[in-house]
């Protein structure tokens, strides 16, 4: 393969790694709202439980 | 040992191009032109054009990665801005307010927890009987007996 071949081979690569990048972009910003949302939830769980313990107080046997 | 010609017509201005060219490389013309003439075969030629049509589509294709790799940083950049505002004191105060307000959620975790209200404890330190059965039951015993079947 030539050298002319080689390099328009890897033009054509760069071409289709925009695809690419286009896809991983879309994916971060999906992972990063699933992230903020389990951090939202995981907060409010810990904050449920922290005021039912302070609420609450275990029955007398 | 070199003792062949190729004699070549060219215009007035590809010669001048060729000396220039030659001279930057420190070369003689006919030392550019072999070197020139050895680095591209046939196949080389005709797939240059290939190349250059696609140059265009290249750097607007680079363009884009480089936009986008940036866009999905800075979006990484801000969420991670995003949580650590979220394990602050000030928002954990702010969850915890709407928390307090939804009082069915707050019985329902201290029934997951198997805790009970203060109110639901009589003075004795006994739960008091609610809509939920979370009493203390006593054993089964001959004082007290199942279904309260005294009547031995």
Known sequence: MSWISDTFAGIKRNIQLDGDVRRLQQAVEKMDALTRDHEKRLTRVETLIDVAQAVGRLPAR | MRTHRIEVLVSKSEKERIEREAALLGASTSEYVRK??????????????????????????????????????????????????????????????????????????????GLTRPEQVSANGKVRSSSHVNETPAPWNDDNPPNGDKSE
């Open chain 2, 36 to 113: 020139a003439a050895a680095l591209l075969d046939a196949e080389d030629i005709v797939g240059m054009e290939d190349v250059r049509s696609l140059l265009p589509e290249l750097n607007a294709a680079l363009i884009r990665i480089h936009d986008n790799l940036v866009a999905a940083a800075e979006h990484s950049e801000r969420n991670q801005l995003e949580i650590e505002r979220m394990r602050t004191p000030e928002y954990r105060e702010e969850v915890r307010r709407s928390v307090v307000e939804d009082e069915a959620a707050v019985n329902a975790m201290i029934s997951l927890l």
